[in-house]
């Protein structure tokens, strides 16, 4: 939807419920609405007779709107679009429906956990559980980390974070593999799964037998209600949980093994 680029139109979609705004090269402000919002309203309030209305993606498997995937500054990792001119250590994503942009909070959580953790006692490899685009896995390689394997069960997502690897030159240290932690063999000194709470307790025995000798495992996708079940999963299994980080309703635990 394009309107009219002053200020007051600004403001007037901000209070309307925009869920994202710009201006554009040529003047005009492209805005995210919600669907309630109906374009005969919006033209009403702000006094003009047409607008186009066009259809908007959703990023991260639908669960974050925006109009288009700008940088992102995350620690160390500055993360963007794939047309966009790069610096050196950028990484760069093409556009997907692969969940993991950088955006959403649970893929936040994580990256700064991973700066952290590899800026303290870098591992030598890690375990990418649900990699999704392949942000997480493709980020600790940027940020040190020699090698790095991701899994999935979702074709597509591989082939995208098989793309993304090729695009920043980071194909020869990523081995992607379909399937679970169950359908994979050897240990890890770090681990990360960005998922769901229901998964990551089913998932709990397989992840932990991916864990090395004082390896870390990070778990992420938590809902802050749900954290102590999925804390409790993992702590019968003999992990021990080092901190927990949090932001908006989402917690990540950070847990090290107890051998």
Known sequence: MDLPGDEATFDRLIELGAVDAERQPDGTLAALMPDSVAPEQLAGVLGIETLA??????RDAGSVWVLNIRPVQIGRLRIIPAAAPARPGDLRLVESAAFGTGLHPTTRLCLEILDDIIQSSPPQAMLDVGTGSGILALAALRLGVPSATGIDIDAPSLAVA????????LDGCLRLTAGGPDMIDGTWPL???NV????LIEMAPALVRRVGHQGHLVLSGIPAGVQEDVYRAYRHLGMRHLRTTAAETWTALILASGW
């Open 53 to 58: 209305v066009s259809a908007v993606p959703g």
């Open 191 to 193: 681990v990360v799964a």
């Open 196 to 199: 769901l709470a229901a998964p």
């Open 162 to 169: 098989g793309e993304n690897a090729r695009l920043n030159q």
